[in-house]
């Protein structure tokens, strides 16, 4: 670690916490491999204060009014505005991810935040018409926020993945205990930081508590927990889901994928490239709903695979913070070794590299790979099946829409599927068929805070975004109320 590596600490009720126990976590800058700052490991005693500290906020949160939240969660928004170029550098220095696509990601933060005060001082409960026993009952239905909601994230988009849970969990009157991916933990602390010295959000409604996967697991299996909101992978997903079971706790998992992106004959060509790359390309193939397997039809089959190796030739790989860079490093070195991994595999199982899979002269570090073609592959390889969550695109050819529609979804996964046609009967018929979360017709890889999004299958449970969002982190309450205030036959249900 360099001398000048900066020195990070928990962040509970309000303050900058040091760790019950010594052992640290380094942050590490992929383009150079610069350790540049680090952070506790946490212990089950520091989840431990931040569950009890989110305890006792959470009960004086969730009495705030509608309005007060509304109130809060704008301020939220403003000082993420303001802030939004320098969190954006952060996450750049922390996962390598290029800046103008984490700036772009901490611009729009602020949204989220809007939306979901806006959407809680809007929300109505119901009255219920229920049978009028001697004109004596009145049912009406409210919703209540859980209490504790316990946060794990991943390291791809850290402040965007922590936005979509505690902007929701916010609005519905529940405090939160946050640990950020090992590899990403500082901007959740200066998000933390911002918090508390620019908004009104009470102290201890908002904690984070830095660490490894064993902190991760603390906090899913602690008992003063009432809700887990996770986004990672489909292996640690189970984990989480089952600690949430043995509780017996609500939660949302939002999990990895292998999405088809679908080119059928009548698609602009052109503009399917630029939506292939997009998906796989982008952000180096590091994203949950990357287009990681290209069905394409037989007819234009040899057209787009040349096209779209030469594009890949042409991607621009350097400094994430350049603006001209149009792919950077993957986060860390043990990513790039899988996905080294995962090509040696493809070419076991007959696939050919048509470009790419090799560290490309001249770049600096150990994090980068070139952006990567496989071609001849069979839905059924590996390369076919598993997230290999790096810049590989895997192209299938199929026959006809039905095999590509049955190709799409021969899989484990459900979060996200492109289809690209010009034929707007077929992109309904499509759409309707493909079996994922998300569709995109003639686009990849956008995303508002206005609508759902979550997996169908392994790619998880729960949705995050949008108004159902909100449901996530609320429970309901059904309210009956004996106007005439007499029990009739206390022996039968009634
Ligand atoms: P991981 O599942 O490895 O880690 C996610 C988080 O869980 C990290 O904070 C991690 O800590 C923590 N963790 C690890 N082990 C445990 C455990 N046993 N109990 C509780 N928490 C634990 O995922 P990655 O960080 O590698 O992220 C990449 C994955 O995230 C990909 O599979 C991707 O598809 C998925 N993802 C899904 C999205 C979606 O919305 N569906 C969006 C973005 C990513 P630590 O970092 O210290 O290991």
């Not at 603006?323 to 991994?341: I, K, N, Y």
């Not at 069979?378 to 590989?392: C, K, L, T, Y």
């Amino acid at each position: 670690m360099s001398k000048t590596a900066e020195r990070y600490d928990h962040f509970v009720d309000g303050e900058s916490v040091a760790s019950t126990g010594d052992e640290r976590i380094d942050v590490v800058y992929p383009y150079d491999g610069e350790v540049w700052a680090s952070v506790p490991a946490g212990t089950t005693a520091d989840v431990d204060r931040a569950v009890e500290t989110a305890r006792a906020a959470a009960a004086e949160w969730r009495e705030t009014s509608p309005s007060e939240r509304r109130a809060t969660l704008y301020g939220i928004a403003d000082a993420l505005d303001d802030h939004a170029e320098e969190l954006g550098e952060l996450e750049t220095r922390q996962n390598g991810k290029l800046l103008r696509e984490m700036a772009g990601q901490t611009d729009a933060l602020g949204e989220w935040y809007r939306y979901y005060g806006s959407l809680v001082e809007t929300a109505r409960g119901d009255t219920v018409p229920v049978e009028n026993k001697d004109g004596g009952l009145f049912n009406y239905v409210d919703h209540e926020p859980y209490g504790v909601v316990g946060a794990i994230t991943p390291w791809n988009s850290p402040l965007m993945l922590t936005t979509w849970k505690l902007a929701p969990a916010l609005a519905a009157g529940n405090a939160f205990v946050h640990k950020p991916s090992e590899q990403t933990p500082v901007s959740a602390l200066r998000f933390a930081a911002i918090l508390r010295d620019e908004t009104d959000l009470p102290d201890g409604v908002y904690n984070v508590v830095t660490g490894a996967g064993e902190t991760g697991a603390a906090l899913a299996e602690h008992d003063g927990v009432d809700k887990l909101a996770f986004t990672g992978s489909t292996a640690t997903g189970r984990a989480v889901g089952a600690a949430a079971g043995r509780a017996l706790n609500p939660v949302s998992l939002e999990l990895g994928g292998k999405s088809p992106n679908v080119i059928l004959p009548s698609a602009d060509l052109d503009n399917a490239i630029n939506g292939v790359v997009k998906g796989i390309f982008a952000a180096t193939g590091q994203t949950c709903l990357a287009g990681s397997r290209v069905l394409v039809h037989e007819a234009v089959h040899d057209e787009f695979v040349e096209r779209f190796t030469e594009r890949a030739r042409s991607v621009t790989l350097g400094d994430p913070m350049a603006p001209e860079t149009e792919m950077g490093p993957v986060a860390f070195r043990e990513q790039w070794e899988t996905v080294r991994e995962y090509v040696e595999a493809g070419d076991a199982e007959g696939a050919t590299v048509a470009y790419g899979g090799e560290q490309p002269d001249g770049t600096p570090g150990e994090c980068f790979v070139q952006p990567t073609v496989l071609v001849d592959v069979d839905n059924g390889m590996q390369v076919a099946r598993e997230e290999i969550f790096g810049p590989v695109a895997s192209v299938i050819e199929v026959e006809d829409e039905t095999d590509a529609v049955e190709t799409a979804n021969d899989t484990d996964y459900g979060l996200a599927a492109g289809v690209w046609t010009e034929d707007m009967r077929q992109a309904h018929r499509v759409a309707d068929a493909l079996e994922a979360g998300t569709v995109w017709v003639n686009e990849y890889r956008t995303l508002s805070h206005r609508s759902p999004f979550g997996g169908f299958g392994d790619s998880g449970l729960g949705r995050e975004n949008g108004a159902e969002a909100l449901d996530e982190y609320r429970q309901t309450k059904s309210v009956w109320i004996d106007l005439d205030g007499e029990v009739d036959d206390p022996f039968t249900l009634g």
